[in-house]
């Protein structure tokens, strides 16, 4: 979300924040266990939990400076909810790949496309608003 107002500092934060999400990762699944799983399952679990994190910080940042950026918000509500579906199916079920089109996930994928189409259209409606007073994006927002 903040990513294009200052690549340098967000992409140093997101990278920070992953290094920090995956210590723990691994601290929680692998080292604070009594099983030892191999390590193509540590690299599963590892992946899929990182693409976890990174699509529930898509979706929250989305709803969250929708007002901000409603055309940008809108493309990370959508993506961020089906990269969460995918990445906690493959979390739990690694081996279950048809789990994503089982009927939850088409579910969550009809559920994604109607809020991106809705999300869009409020978008639309915000920036003819406020075209022209108070730049392209309304109230908060920055002009392009």
């Known amino acids: 979300m903040h990513h294009p107002l200052d690549p340098t500092r967000y992409t140093l934060i997101a990278v920070i924040g992953a290094a920090v999400f995956l210590c723990a990762t691994v ?3 692998f080292v604070l266990t ?5 390590p193509a399952k540590v690299c599963g679990v590892v992946a899929a939990s990182l693409a976890l994190s990174f699509g529930i910080g898509m979706l929250s940042g989305g709803l969250q400076h929708f007002e901000d950026f409603p055309e940008r918000a809108a493309m990370l509500i959508l993506f961020g909810l089906a990269l969460s579906f995918v990445a906690y199916v493959l979390r739990h079920q690694p ?6 089109l089982c009927p939850a996930g088409i579910l969550v994928s009809v559920t994604a496309a109607v809020a ?4 869009k259209g409020i978008a639309h409606r915000t920036w003819c608003r406020s075209r022209g007073t108070r730049g392209q994006y309304g109230r908060r927002g920055r002009p392009r």
């Open 27 to 29: 601290l929680n699944e």
């Open 34 to 38: 009594r099983s030892r799983p191999s």
């Open 95 to 100: 081996t279950r790949w048809r789990g994503i």
């Open 116 to 119: 991106f189409v809705g999300l």
